[in-house]
């Protein structure tokens, strides 16, 4: 016979059940708390990822912006003195020329969706992009080539921009002391809203030369040779100045009339290249940003060294204005491999720019390309030089997954073959519609200014006012003779050696 439970046992019962039910339900209420709370941290995660990513983004791209003063003090150094003011003008406006440019077209044709050859989205101003903070609504399927980076949208074409202005700001070195002020400007126009951006778009915005394999991390071939064979296009249209070459073929020197301002020019684009290059990570990547940045100055550090090594060679001195354009040499040929190699390869990077740069300076004035302050010898010989070098130095190892590795560490030829292709395909392309671009200005507004004008100096032709008037003097004739540091520049140059000199 089976007894009946007493009622004390079934209250008991009824109690542990109500309390187990209890647990059962914080516990539930517990994980979900835990949920909650880890994506909470780990979307604040996230978001102070992106603002570190964007601060550094920003930072970098100041760093490149800051740039334009280095160009400036670079290329009036190494100009005359009468002619200064123009120069310092040139450098001012390019970039408003270069943001205006690239905001209303040359972002659009560079990172737009379209096809292989040109973006075909996004045109006629940045479009798509006033909601988002970062990445997602932003893109609306029209700059994906960009999507990569993390970082809001306004600090890539803030970065981008930089770059933009950097490869006009190199026409300006080459074509300096004649040119015509507005025709200058209406080329900047044109090559930040159109020639750049297309090889851009083909290199670095999913273009045909990015799916052909061609890496151009941060712009040797982007940039520099684009900049520098727009430049050449200039300087072929232009002819030399006044006095540089003789009847006889022999190079009349035409110093520039501050070393002082070339140097401090150059020391602050080094300085600058640490956002140049670095910054090109479009994220604040610890190992990666730290490696590069040594890259970057271990090849212009190199550079300096062997071009003082080789002018002191061929030229009997140590010529400053060599030295200067070497350690510029260095930083613009590794612009490309900068992410890829070691920092030993950026050591034979440098080393082989700084001395190439040399030999490059006299090759151009001994076939009468006159070049004021090395534009061509720096930003086009040595990117070309520095993109090849991705096809020789690059190791798969060190950014897993991207180049492979190059010739001289087993790769073979795949990859410089890539390199090679895209250095001959931008510099055709580039150079070709340079020319034309160059022809119709000529055309329709002049490019050069009159002999008058070239003789008495650009800065009171095109400006009206004198970089130094306080030293200013005339000459019989009614010119002025403020460009070679106050001397008459037929006997300051008698005084110089007729080796080439910028």
Same mark, same amino acid.
């Given at each position: 016979?089976?007894?009946?439970?007493?009622?004390?046992?079934?209250?008991?019962?009824?109690?542990?059940?109500?309390?187990?039910?209890?647990?059962?339900?914080?516990?539930?209420?517990?994980?979900?708390?835990?949920?909650?709370?880890?994506? %909470?941290?780990? *979307?604040?995660?996230?978001?102070?990822?992106?603002?570190?990513?964007?601060?550094?983004? /920003?930072?970098?791209?100041?760093?490149?912006?800051?740039?334009?003063?280095?160009?400036? +003090?670079?290329?009036?150094?190494?100009?005359?003195?009468?002619?200064? #003011?123009?120069?310092? %003008?040139?450098?001012?406006?390019?970039?408003?020329?270069?943001?205006?440019?690239?905001?209303?077209?040359?972002?659009?044709?560079?990172?737009?969706?379209?096809?292989?050859?040109?973006?075909? *989205?996004?045109?006629?101003?940045?479009?798509?992009?006033?909601?988002?903070?970062? +990445?997602?609504?932003? $893109?609306?399927?029209?700059?994906?080539?960009?999507?990569?980076?993390?970082?809001?949208?306004?600090?890539?074409?803030?970065?981008?921009?930089?770059?933009?202005?950097?490869?006009?700001?190199? #026409?300006?070195?080459?074509?300096?002391?004649?040119?015509? @002020?507005?025709?200058?400007?209406?080329?900047?126009?044109?090559?930040?809203?159109?020639?750049?951006?297309?090889?851009?778009?083909?290199?670095? =915005?999913?273009?045909?030369?990015?799916?052909? =394999? +061609?890496?151009?991390?941060?712009?040797?071939?982007?940039?520099?040779?684009?900049?520098?064979?727009?430049? &050449?296009?200039?300087?072929? +249209? &232009?002819?030399? !100045?006044?006095?540089?070459?003789?009847?006889?073929?022999?190079?009349?020197?035409?110093? =520039?009339?501050?070393?002082?301002? %070339?140097? &401090?020019?150059?020391?602050?684009?080094?300085?600058?290249?640490?956002?140049?290059?670095?910054?090109?990570?479009?994220?604040?990547?610890?190992?990666?940003?730290?490696?590069?940045?040594?890259?970057?100055?271990?090849?212009?550090?190199?550079?300096?060294?062997?071009?003082?090594?080789?002018?002191?060679? &061929?030229?009997?001195?140590?010529?400053?204005?060599?030295?200067?354009?070497?350690?510029?040499?260095?930083? #613009?040929?590794?612009?490309?491999?900068?992410?890829?190699?070691?920092?030993?390869?950026?050591?034979?990077?440098?080393?082989?720019?700084?001395?190439?740069?040399?030999?490059?300076?006299?090759?151009?004035?001994?076939?009468?390309?006159?070049?004021?302050?090395?534009?061509?010898?720096?930003?086009?010989?040595?990117?070309?030089?520095?993109?090849?070098?991705?096809?020789? @130095?690059?190791?798969?190892?060190?950014?897993?997954?991207?180049?492979?590795?190059?010739?001289?560490?087993?790769?073979?030829?795949?990859?410089?073959?890539?390199?090679?292709?895209?250095?001959?395909?931008?510099?055709? $392309?580039?150079?070709?519609?340079?020319? /034309?671009?160059?022809?119709?200005?000529?055309?329709?507004?002049?490019?050069?200014?009159?002999?008058?004008?070239?003789?008495?100096?650009?800065?009171?032709?095109?400006?009206?006012?004198?970089? $130094?008037?306080? @030293?200013?003097?005339?000459?019989? =004739?009614?010119?002025?003779?403020?460009?070679?540091?106050?001397?008459?520049?037929?006997?300051?140059?008698?005084?110089?050696?007729?080796?080439?000199? !910028?």
């Amino acid at each position: 016979m089976i007894k009946k439970p007493r009622l004390w046992v079934a209250a008991a019962g009824a109690a542990f059940g109500m309390l187990l039910l209890a647990k059962l339900g914080h516990a539930e209420e517990a994980a979900e708390t835990t949920v909650a709370f880890t994506a %909470a941290m780990a *979307e604040q995660i996230a978001n102070t990822k992106i603002a570190l990513d964007t601060v550094w983004v /920003l930072i970098a791209g100041m760093l490149v912006f800051f740039m334009n003063l280095g160009f400036a +003090m670079v290329e009036s150094g190494l100009a005359r003195s009468k002619n200064c #003011v123009n120069i310092l %003008a040139k450098n001012f406006v390019v970039f408003g020329c270069s943001s205006l440019a690239f905001y209303v077209l040359g972002w659009g044709l560079m990172f737009g969706n379209g096809n292989s050859i040109i973006g075909t *989205e996004g045109l006629l101003f940045v479009s798509g992009v006033d909601n988002s903070p970062a +990445m997602g609504d932003a $893109y609306q399927g029209v700059y994906t080539s960009i999507a990569w980076a993390g970082v809001p949208i306004w600090a890539k074409f803030f970065f981008q921009l930089v770059f933009a202005g950097t490869a006009a700001t190199i #026409v300006s070195g080459a074509v300096a002391e004649r040119i015509k @002020f507005l025709s200058f400007i209406a080329f900047s126009f044109v090559i930040v809203g159109i020639i750049y951006p297309i090889t851009g778009h083909w290199i670095w =915005g999913g273009g045909w030369l990015q799916t052909a =394999g +061609m890496w151009d991390f941060a712009g040797s071939t982007v940039v520099h040779s684009v900049g520098g064979w727009a430049a &050449l296009a200039g300087v072929i +249209m &232009l002819g030399p !100045r006044i006095g540089k070459y003789t009847k006889e073929g022999h190079v009349n020197p035409l110093p =520039g009339h501050s070393m002082t301002s %070339a140097t &401090l020019g150059v020391l602050v684009l080094w300085f600058g290249w640490f956002g140049f290059n670095p910054g090109s990570t479009m994220a604040a990547s610890a190992g990666d940003i730290a490696r590069i940045a040594v890259t970057t100055n271990m090849a212009a550090a190199a550079a300096a060294i062997s071009s003082t090594a080789v002018a002191w060679l &061929l030229l009997g001195k140590p010529d400053l204005s060599m030295i200067l354009n070497g350690c510029l040499a260095g930083l #613009v040929a590794i612009t490309a491999p900068c992410a890829f190699v070691s920092v030993g390869s950026s050591v034979i990077i440098g080393l082989l720019a700084g001395a190439l740069v040399v030999f490059a300076v006299l090759f151009f004035d001994k076939v009468h390309l006159d070049d004021p302050v090395g534009a061509l010898s720096v930003h086009l010989v040595c990117g070309v030089f520095g993109t090849i070098c991705v096809g020789l @130095f690059a190791q798969d190892s060190i950014m897993p997954n991207t180049t492979g590795d190059g010739l001289l560490f087993g790769g073979g030829m795949k990859l410089l073959m890539a390199q090679s292709m895209g250095v001959v395909a931008a510099g055709v $392309y580039t150079l070709t519609i340079s020319l /034309l671009f160059w022809a119709i200005i000529k055309a329709v507004m002049g490019l050069r200014v009159t002999p008058e004008e070239e003789i008495e100096g650009l800065d009171i032709g095109e400006h009206g006012n004198s970089a $130094y008037p306080d @030293f200013s003097h005339s000459v019989p =004739g009614g010119m002025h003779a403020v460009g070679s540091g106050g001397h008459s520049q037929p006997a300051y140059a008698a005084q110089m050696s007729t080796q080439a000199v !910028r």
